[in-house]
T-cell receptor
């Protein structure tokens, strides 16, 4: 079945630094990937749609300059949290579709802690 | 507004018993997909079951089945013969609009399975 690998699974960084999270589709090509954010005991909130070869589409209220998304190949999308602050601490999850509407595959998530 | 509502923040079920998780949604479309995802403590999102709105028949996957009431915009998940491994957060989801892979997730229901 389709597998999406997300790395790292957890990261701790200092305020003001940048952190990059990778999302890879291992056995299929994904022209579109999605990045979600999940606060403790809450649902998933869509942050942006990552499109291969073009600019990402951000949801309302998401700062595109803070959350940089790059989708350079059909199997890799990266989310960079720039100048991280404690309020950016959260669980970030990516997902990718194989091109059907039958649901898509999620990565295992990244827990980001900014200290 | 397009919403997905899960009115039960938490549910408990005795092992081997049956439990039903509720989900209602809002849409103006006639053809769409609906999904239930499971998020265990590992936080990996797992697709449980999907329903195509144009199909009259309720979807079934082993111990998991749905009660889809299109007119009422209701999409409940029934878990039969509950097992300890079923303990998790369950999210109901639907695409923003047909033809898109962007999902709206409900707020989730935490299911506890009692031995």
């Amino acid at each position: 079945g389709a597998v999406v690998s997300q790395h790292p699974s957890w990261v701790i960084c200092k305020s003001g630094t940048s952190v990059k999270i990778e999302c890879r589709s291992l056995d299929f090509q994904a022209t579109t990937m999605f990045w979600y954010r999940q606060f403790p005991k809450q649902s998933l909130m869509l942050m942006a749609t990552s499109n291969e070869g073009s600019k990402a589409t951000y949801e309302q209220g998401v700062e595109k300059d803070k959350f940089l998304i790059n989708h350079a190949s059909l199997t890799l999308s990266t989310l960079t949290v720039t100048s991280a602050h404690p309020e950016d601490s959260s669980f970030y999850i990516c997902s990718a579709s194989q091109g059907s509407l039958h649901g898509y595959t999620f990565g295992s998530g990244t827990r980001l802690t900014v200290v | 507004a397009q919403t997905v509502t899960q009115s039960q923040p938490e549910m408990s079920v005795q092992e081997a018993e049956t439990v039903t998780l509720s989900c209602t949604y809002d849409t103006s479309e006639s053809d769409y997909y609906l999904f239930w995802y499971k998020q265990p403590p590992s936080r990996q999102m797992i697709l449980v079951i999907r329903q195509e709105a144009y199909k009259q028949q309720n979807a079934t996957e082993n111990r998991f089945s749905v009660n889809f009431q299109k007119a009422a915009k209701s999409f409940s998940l029934k878990i039969s013969d509950s097992q300890l491994g079923d303990a998790a957060m369950y999210f109901c989801a639907r695409p923003f609009t047909s033809g898109t892979y962007k999902y709206i997730f409900g707020t989730g229901t935490r299911l506890k399975v009692l031995a």
